[in-house]
């Protein structure tokens, strides 16, 4: 009862097996669906939500992917 993760997964299971798949995805394709994941979550609903920084992290973990 301990573990943060479960507790997390109890709150919101939909979001901890999105999570938990895009962590087993390998790191190009987990951190854009971890970026598209943030988008969706938080943009509109932040206060102060970065959405320049986002679309350059985005772009940059694109273009990693194709390299």
Same mark, same amino acid.
């Given at each position: 009862? &301990?573990?943060?993760? +479960?507790?997390?997964? +109890?709150?919101?299971? %939909?979001? %901890? =097996?999105?999570?938990?798949? &895009? ?5 190009? +394709?987990? @951190?854009? =669906? &971890? &970026?598209?994941?943030?988008?969706? /979550?938080? @943009? %509109?609903?932040?206060? %102060? ?5 986002? /679309?350059?992290?985005? +772009? !940059? !973990?694109? /273009? @990693? =992917? /194709?390299?």
């Amino acid at each position: 009862d &301990l573990d943060p993760l +479960r507790r997390f997964e +109890r709150s919101w299971p %939909g979001l %901890g =097996g999105e999570l938990d798949a &895009l962590l087993e995805q390998p790191p190009p +394709r987990a @951190a854009s =669906g &971890l &970026l598209a994941l943030a988008r969706r /979550e938080l @943009a %509109g609903r932040l206060p %102060g939500y970065p959405a320049a920084a986002m /679309e350059t992290l985005e +772009r !940059v !973990v694109s /273009e @990693a =992917g /194709e390299a």
